[in-house]
């Protein structure tokens, strides 16, 4: 089975099967070349609806999808469930910690992963949001902290237990608050009997002057009103300058400030998948600040001919000397040009013209009903912003039954207010409340 | 919060919110008393459903739903996410790690767990199936089989990989069989290049001469031939006698073996929640040999009239002497039947009469449009005895949107073979395949 002719034609190795390189794999299927992606997971992550997960509004499976079977009738792709290690520029290999893989081209498109910009030992108190198993941890913490209140009799632990905090006002940390306060006041409402959910202290920490700051200020005005309407306090110019397992340490306009906390979330920094630096090093070149590999105008390495980035693991600069943002379109379409290069190169051809992005707009949810998008220079927001994410992010989803499923259980979450997935997994602390906690038996008082 | 007047009534803590505990939790609503369930998960399982979720067919959530929002509008109703550690029976308390709740009645409904007869050791080799944890390892050695054969080159390991061992072949090791048989020769029928993953071989092993066993003879024949139509092995008279990382050690009517295999499931042997020997050792009493508490005909522990046993923890003998199943059925009279006592005490009036199980059939499936049926002496198979196994359960679960959703996914999948679920989550072993693997290199050559 492997005398297969396909082994003749050039053999293009992808690493990383979201966006960009699944869109480069998936382009590729009419060109003479045989494909393979590399991925340490089975799935491709649809990840910007990772944090209807991580707050319990739908299932893992919904927004994952088994690489395999997007790929099933693409008969010249291949997917190698591996996690890469290194890289041998020159033998053109790429090194696992159980094997390795001859390429003739390769596309690097391992995105990124969270910064704590120096510090990560605030990593296990402020876990971030890029994968699965970060989902599910920020799920059990959120649910784990209302379970906690309800058992707790001291009142300051209590309130502790209520206050939430997340860092960084971008869209993941905006559409997670608004997550939290749907949450509090409405799913949770009637859920307890010792404490009142919607009493939860949610506050987002923004050192920029706005939230969503990569929109105008009239939209990032009108988001932030929306997000206060929805009872949570936005603290923007504020840093954070220390992150305990109880506090959460912040230097802002009043001041400096201690809040005690349990439940901090980190959406503020991002940077480039640590396989940027080895290939780095491995060529000899330097990554920006970001962890990100620079490349030219056709996505290429300078001088590396054969390998591509792609992704929010590269760093591309445009024609206007602008560096391209971290967006799913720009690996989408990075993916879509680097299929066409690599097509013409298998096919003898040069390549014919440099990389050139289109920005089709961008757009972010707060919460129910309200989101903003910016489409050109038509600026929307409320309700009409809100349907025209939805419809773009259903129609985005890979595979059909998801987006079939996810349509019915958001219509039905919509309408109740209801979120079935709260359910909370992984281990358990021993320890739910402090020992000296009175309510277990007070409760049984008189 | 605490003074309410629900404290002046009869407190019932209730541990666990399985099958008896939730039907005795809700019967108790319109009751003079107020009601504790302590679970140390937020959410009720719908364990019948559990083989689906460990073979990739639903996500966790639609056969787990949170606690609170099933007794949310049940004001007399708590929960209590805590994990019970000890007894204090003279003092009429629960023992938590972190707290502890003093009772009036005491109903402990806290279920079973596997037993590997004495044989511990082979848990890590042979993951059984009772929690969404299991169900989550399961689904990920399932999957992570087929991806570990596909990057195998040696055809001896190669064959390992796709060799699973079912141990038990009681209803849950069937139901696993026939989901492993539907996903070798259906779902992941197009997904591999170097595989033909319906060349899996799927094995159950049986020490007693049937599968099914509990079933009618002619019943446990015809399922034995729909089993092996759909390509399964079944070997009964057979006893595992060693598990290790890669093989199962048998003994059976052809003597010794030894199959090797990096996938054994188990579905052999349950006992109850080490609870029970817990509250036997408070108490002083002995539990049976599957560390069941015997009760008498009211399910209290003689001489204990404050303490309740239902479900699998308890061990019942009937007027006729025999000892009650470990079926969901059991567990839901004796929980009617204990909130009807319950209700009668706190109200002044004594118990009236023994409880009395009434057997309304069971039912196993064994996969596509195939289950065995006994509802009284009628016995049914085939694709009507699947229907009715399909309605029956799906009427059972408890909460609407779950089933809507199940509906919706088990339509699509009958339709298309899919199984969207099989997403590998949990940390991924560092190597998949041997180092000496080839094939990577290998495919590229020539």
């Given at each position: 089975m492997n005398a297969s002719p396909t082994n003749q034609v050039p053999h293009v190795v992808i690493v990383g099967g979201g966006f960009g390189g699944l869109e480069t794999a998936q382009r590729l299927r009419k060109s003479n070349v045989r494909v393979t992606i590399v991925d340490r997971h089975n799935y491709h992550l649809f990840?910007?609806?990772l944090y209807q997960v991580a707050t319990g509004g739908l299932s893992p499976a919904n927004i994952a999808t088994p690489l395999r079977s997007i790929v099933r009738k693409q008969t010249n792709c291949d997917v190698l469930l591996a996690e890469v290690t290194d890289f041998d520029v020159a033998g053109q290999r790429l090194i696992f910690a159980d094997g390795e893989l001859n390429y003739d081209h390769l596309v690097l498109a391992a995105g990124a992963t969270h910064s704590y910009f120096g510090h990560d030992e605030w990593q296990e108190f402020a876990p971030g949001l890029k994968s699965i198993g970060d989902a599910a941890e920020i799920r059990r913490r959120i649910y784990l902290a209302f379970e906690a209140a309800e058992r707790e009799t001291d009142s300051a632990r209590r309130k502790a237990r209520l206050t939430f905090v997340i860092v960084g006002g971008g869209p993941t940390g905006v559409e997670l608050a608004g997550a939290l306060s749907e949450i509090a006041h409405h799913t949770l409402k009637h859920d307890f009997r010792h404490i009142k959910p919607e009493e939860a202290r949610i506050m987002i920490v923004e050192?920029?002057?706005?939230?969503?700051?990569?929109?105008p200020e009239d939209l990032c005005k009108r988001a932030a009103d929306k997000i206060r309407e929805f009872g949570i306090e936005v603290h923007t110019h504020t840093k954070v300058t220390e992150i305990t397992a109880d506090a959460v340490h912040l230097s802002g306009p009043d001041g400096d400030t201690v809040v005690a906390t349990m439940t901090v979330l980190w959406g503020a920094g991002v940077k480039a998948n640590p396989l940027g630096q080895k290939l780095a090093s491995a060529i000899g070149i330097d990554t920006d600040r970001g962890g990100r590999l620079p490349v030219n105008s056709s996505c290429q390495i300078e001088g590396q001919d054969r390998i591509f980035v792609i992704g929010d693991i590269a760093s591309f600069t445009d024609s206007d000397g602008k560096s391209l943002p971290g967006l799913a379109s720009v690996a989408i379409q990075q993916g879509r040009y680097v299929a066409k290069v690599i097509s013409r190169l298998a096919s003898g051809q040069s390549i014919d013209e440099p990389f050139q992005y289109t920005d089709r707009g961008t757009m972010a949810t707060i919460g129910r009903a309200a989101a903003v998008a910016l489409i050109g220079n038509r600026r929307f927001d409320g309700l009409f912003a809100w349907l025209l994410w939805l419809f773009v992010h259903l129609m985005l989803i890979v595979q059909f039954q998801n987006r079939l499923l996810i349509l019915v259980q958001w219509a039905w979450n919509y309408v109740t207010f209801n979120r079935s997935n709260r359910i909370i997994t992984g281990e358990q602390p021993a320890q739910l409340v402090s020992p000296t906690n009175e309510r277990t038996s007070r409760r049984h008082a008189g």
């Open positions: 990840q910007p609806l050192a920029a002057p706005h939230v969503l700051a990569h929109y």
